[in-house]
């Protein structure tokens, strides 16, 4: 695992091939990092599924409200929804959209991000200044790597559990 060098903003995300870590910056993008930080300490990310994973791109992954596969799960749902807080401004900056780098989801409303989230499978500089960065991957990257594919997977992965390194 990875040196934690801020715990309180640093995420340990548990998948089927072992832990991931991501820094957050918050400096960046307070409102996204804390809301991912809310978020993971109430339970909501725990066993989220992988809705969208697309080979060379990136993994989609934090509808809270439909992707739980523990909680009348639907696959046809997952990725359609978000959280109960409201829809978080966007927080574009110079940071780019690079391998393992996290980005907001949202619809074509640049305002709309909520819970949900992307990791880059590789560096994706289209999307720079159009998506919200606030996190990066510091160890892991392997276990990411190792996510099914698919729109959606046939036999989603799942974040098993998504926890603040200041609080394991």
Known sequence: MADIK?????IIMTLKDGDVTIELLPDVAPAHVARMKELARAGKYDNVCFHRV???FMAQTGDVANGNMEENFNLGSAGTGGSDMPDLPAEFSK????????GAARSQNPNSANSQFFINFKDNDFLNGQYTVYGQVVSGMEHVDAIMRGEPPMNPDRMISVKVAADV
Not at 95 to 102: C, D, L, Q, T
């Open 54 to 56: 697309i080979d060379g």
């Open 95 to 102: 940071i780019p959209h690079a391998r393992g780098s996290i």
């Open 6 to 10: 801020d715990p309180e903003n640093t």
